[in-house]
């Protein structure tokens, strides 16, 4: 599954305190719709760099099969499976002979069990036949008198039983084979146009460039859907089929011109068939486009999909909706781990102690840190937690203001009950004045002052997690460095900032002196920072 790619042309290269490390934050997951990690690469080489994949959170992967069986085609196909025990003539071609085709039809419940057999019904039960085939559901094999006959194969029982790893690779299995059939039908309409002589190899080789711009297309819009859902809030990841186009054709940061929204009704159009073929093995929910808007937009009735402003729900859903079901999920997940990527599941840092989980957080590019450490917290008392998570901490490195961040947060949600932790390290010189802010936070009582070293050192390390934390994102910084209590005496104050001994003193300095808005501070900033730089 080819994964989406967009450049960072500012990302910064790796390496020491004040020196461009790499950090979560430098890559903003504003890769929401995919980007680069570029680790020191040069513009040549951002081919190979990584791609970011959101973290997701999937049911159990019982819950998983549980809902895999209930996909009706899966389902129909175990069905006919079980049918042909203990065995069953078929033609020489492993299909359905014809008396076997109709009851085929209603033991699946498709056609009425007196009378004929309508022939979608018909059609139909040879579709979930031939999945049964496909997926080795039922085996194809000659008697000793020269007759073809199907018995069950061996996947049958334990799917059957519910055995969740034989259920999950059969549906998985059958998706694929879903999704290959979907471009393949969507590239049908140009091979039917290619002239009588099949042989013709500039037409061939059209239509095999057709396929290629279709599955390109198809797995382009399917990890687009498995990203904005991995963001999206609970009850609001159907997506319009509108929108998904747009994400797909227009550039990033862009208004859609005329041209594009060309494109977009284009790819809208294309994606229509596949991604109907995909909902009926449960990868996703879609209504499709209504048919009645290509008559209406004949006589000039239909409005475009991204407008009139007044267009109402309902007619908005005329143009297509689309949701990625958690089964959609995983299958698309596996398709990307068996490519080589890293797709996350949501909980994968929280599974070891303290240290896992804040150098995880810290050093991972795709990561939701706010859901890791709630998956962390969960259940554990409360003291023992915020000791370990203190203690982790601690530290003087590169990603070490970040751990404190994420200390504090986490003991946000561990809330009241950490207290005796925390102020067991009131006197810790790198975690006191973070401490004493969180119980101040708290309305807890009893809090005692800094220090003036202590508070200049915290001031300095706050600062220097929220550069990591935004990748020096100005918009972001604006605020926080407008609030400096630098009161009346910047030179007095910056005097003693710059001599506090802390791996990013000099980072804090230079984003001061760049950002403030006064700019007689902004300049007694970048006189320090010129100072503490000399100084290391």
Sequence with gaps: MAARRRRNADTPAAGAPGEGAVLPADLELQDLYGAFAAHGLDDDDLDDAAVLVPPVTLPSEAGLAEQAKAVPMLGWALKLARWTAPHRAVDEFGDLTGPDRAPAARLLGLAPEEGDAPEEAVVEAMRAWSLACDLDLVEIGTTAAGEHVAIPGPDLEPAEEGDADTVLELWLTAAGIVRELAVEADSQELESGQAEDETDEDGLNEVEDARDEAAELLDEALQVLYETTAFAEPGNETVPLGVLAALLVVPEGEEPSDELLGDITEV????????????????????????????????????????????????????????????????????????????????????????????????????????????????????????????????????????????????????????????????????????????????????????????????????????????????????????????????????????????????????????????????????AAFKARSQG
């Design 268 to 527: 809208m159009v294309s994606l229509d068939p596949m991604l109907a073929d995909l909902a009926e093995l449960g990868l996703l929910e879609y209504r499709p486009i209504d048919p009645e808007l290509f008559d209406e937009e004949e006589e000039g009735e239909a409005p475009g999909p991204d407008g009139p402003a007044e267009l109402d729900e309902a007619e908005s859903a005329r143009f297509g909706l689309v949701r990625l079901t958690p089964l959609g999920q995983y299958g698309i997940r596996q398709w990307l781990l068996e490519d080589g990527y890293d797709a996350p599941l949501v909980g994968d840092l929280a599974r070891g102690d303290a240290a896992d989980l804040l150098r995880g957080i810290s050093e991972a590019a795709n990561v939701l840190p706010e859901e890791e450490l709630k998956v962390w917290v969960a259940g554990r008392e409360p003291v023992a937690a915020a000791r370990e998570l203190l203690a982790a901490a601690r530290g003087t490195d590169a990603y070490a203001p970040m751990r404190r961040l994420l200390c504090h947060s986490a003991l946000t949600l561990l809330g009241a009950p950490a207290e005796p932790a925390v102020r067991e390290v009131l006197d810790d010189p790198e975690l006191g004045g973070g401490a004493r802010a969180w119980l101040v936070s708290l309305g807890l009582p009893d809090v005692p002052v800094p220090d003036r070293a202590m508070a200049l050192w915290t001031v300095v390390d706050a600062f220097a997690a929220q550069l990591l934390d935004t990748g020096g994102d100005p918009d972001q910084l604006r605020d926080l460095v407008a609030e400096l209590p630098v009161t009346d005496d910047p030179v007095g104050y910056f005097g003693e900032l710059w001599r506090v001994e802390h791996p990013y003193t000099a980072d804090v300095l230079e984003a001061v002196g760049e950002l403030h808005p006064d700019r007689a501070v902004a300049k007694e900033a970048r006189k």
